[in-house]
């Protein structure tokens, strides 16, 4: 039986990743005049890579079992109600991961196009 290529899988990591991140900033953005908030982020796309089974997972391609992204707390700078929400850096977040996810579908469909062409399809 065919497995999936690495490539295929990497990028398949790299959106769920983005789209882990995505939500994590939503939920930043939402909760911007919440009191006491502390917005988040997960780890980095490499340290998540790097967190135990992520890479045995991939390459037994069970990609929906991975385990989520971890979180952490980011706080830079905190609003007398004690909050730490920048939505000037939560807008630079979110267009970072939309990068990503893009990157991550280019590669997708690049080798999805390989795979086609030497299937002679």
């Known amino acids: 039986m065919l497995d999936t290529p690495a490539i295929m899988r990497l990028s398949q990591a790299m959106a769920r990743h983005a ?15 919440t009191p006491g908030y502390r917005a988040r982020d997960v780890a980095p796309f490499a340290a998540y890579l790097q967190q135990s089974g992520v890479m045995d997972a991939m390459r037994a391609g069970r990609l929906q079992h991975m385990p989520a992204a971890r979180l952490s707390e980011t706080a830079d700078t905190m609003s007398p109600n004690g909050n730490s929400v920048s939505l000037e850096r939560e807008m630079m977040r979110a267009a970072e991961t939309r990068q990503s996810h893009d990157l991550a579908l280019a590669v997708y469909g690049s080798a999805r196009g390989i795979l086609r062409t ?3 399809r």
């Open 118 to 120: 030497a299937l002679g």
């Open 19 to 33: 789209a882990e991140r995505q939500v994590v900033i939503s939920q930043n953005v939402a909760n911007a005049d």
